[in-house]
């Protein structure tokens, strides 16, 4: 039987309602192991030590932020068809630019035009050869949300190759699951996703195409490809589980489960950075699927052992984007402060972490409450704006 639906702005809003728990204080986490591992390598640019006091590499930490978005993201899609029954493309892409554009461009204007040219927080080696290879063709790669395929490299803004990554993912995702509805598809389409790298490889040796192709231009293809099935996992992780109850479900939720995923996210992360001494000596989707375990333990299991629902770690979540955009910013301020303060070394390697902690927590807090948050507010107006727009949709 054919129907006629309208939906409405309620039905907007259900299906972007859905609440899980403990993922603020994941992502407060995964932004705190980013944020900390930078303070360690920033202090050994400049001279400050050469000892790495924090034994968790920051990619560890965009790795839980990958699975996490992943998650959650395709958790919500869920919830969108469900209600809906279908997957409104402009309104997505809407949410996703009103929260991700405006604090990605500023951070990226302010270490172009600002920060590197401030004497005290020049980066040696880095700030003056950043001007010096600057090209048209540079600015244009970093002002589109595209991988950096000129090398062009700017301090204070490089951060922002993770969210390069996200927006690469989510420009088509949404498309992916309002296409594959059923469950098996995805879990197929998403396995591919996350293998892709492997895939590529093998195609391009089949067909010899490596023939054709830079050794660079290969593996930086590669590399992004492998940040992309990342979130791949996390996605997977989602379709598998979200509202399904299954003998995978309960196995996952058990506690030695838990606690077993939870050691060896420890014992890899200590392997990584006192073994291989190479932050992605470990795959990171190795870890992908491991953190994937704990969100989904976290966000839907009543017996999750990670209790991280406090207001600390829910306001740290709140601001996490801010935190990842902002430290590395931060932490060049509070090093000009600790080396105009102090010449002691145990001295300033103290101060610098509580500066740089400090300091990001602050402008994070403060950005998101008087700039993020404008754009934010954007959000239902324009999706009111365009479901006024939209006519009415015949559904079978």
């Known amino acids: 039987m054919c129907g006629i639906i309208n939906f409405n702005q309620g039905e907007m809003a259900k299906a972007a309602s859905v609440y899980f728990p403990n993922l603020n204080g994941l992502r407060a986490i995964g932004a705190s192991i980013v944020m900390i591992g930078h303070v360690d390598f920033v202090r050994i640019i400049w001279g400050?030590?050469?000892?790495?006091?924090?034994?968790?590499?920051?990619?560890?930490g965009v790795a839980l932020f990958f699975s996490l978005s992943g998650f959650l993201i395709t958790s919500l899609l869920f919830n969108e068809l469900a209600t809906t029954h279908t997957i409104r493309l402009k309104d997505f892409y809407i949410r996703r630019i009103l929260r991700i554009w405006p604090l990605y461009y500023w951070v990226v204007l302010l270490g172009l035009l600002i920060l590197n040219r401030i004497p005290a927080l020049k980066i040696p080696g880095q700030s003056d050869e950043m001007y010096q290879h600057m090209t048209a063709l540079g600015l244009v790669n970093v002002l589109l949300i595209i991988p950096n395929f000129t090398h062009f490299y700017i301090p204070y803004s490089d951060q922002r190759w993770s969210i390069i990554v996200e927006e690469q993912f989510y420009l088509i995702q949404p498309a992916v699951m309002r296409i594959f509805r059923k469950r098996k598809t995805l879990v197929v389409v998403f396995c591919l996703l996350a293998c892709a790298s492997e895939i590529v490889r093998l195609l391009i040796r089949v067909f010899h195409?490596?023939?054709?192709?830079?050794?660079?231009?290969?593996?930086?293809?590669?590399?992004?490809?492998?940040?992309?099935?990342?979130i791949a996992v996390g996605c997977l992780a989602s379709t598998l589980i979200y509202k399904r109850e299954s003998g995978l479900k309960t196995f996952l939720f058990s506690l030695p489960v838990q606690w077993m995923v939870l050691a060896a996210l420890v014992g890899l992360s200590m392997a990584s950075f006192y073994v291989l001494r190479d932050e992605e000596g470990i795959d990171l989707r190795i870890f992908c699927v491991l953190f994937s375990i704990v969100v989904v333990n976290g966000a839907l299991n009543p017996r999750n052992i990670f209790h991280l629902e406090t207001p600390v770690l829910n306001f740290l979540g709140k601001i996490s984007y801010g935190i990842y955009m902002y430290h590395m910013m931060c932490i060049g301020i509070a090093f000009a402060i600790v080396r105009a303060v102090t010449a002691n070394a145990v001295v300033q390697n103290i101060l610098l972490y509580i500066l740089s902690i400090g300091l990001t927590v602050l402008v994070s807090w403060l950005s998101f409450d008087y700039f993020e948050s404008f754009f934010l507010r954007l959000k239902p107006r324009l999706q009111a704006l365009t479901t006024r727009k939209r006519p009415e949709k015949a559904v079978s």
Request: net charge positive.
């Open 48 to 60: 400050v030590s050469n000892v790495q006091y924090f034994p968790i590499f920051g990619k560890i």
């Open 209 to 230: 195409l490596d023939r054709h192709i830079s050794a660079g231009v290969l593996g930086a293809v590669m590399e992004q490809l492998k940040y992309l099935g990342c």
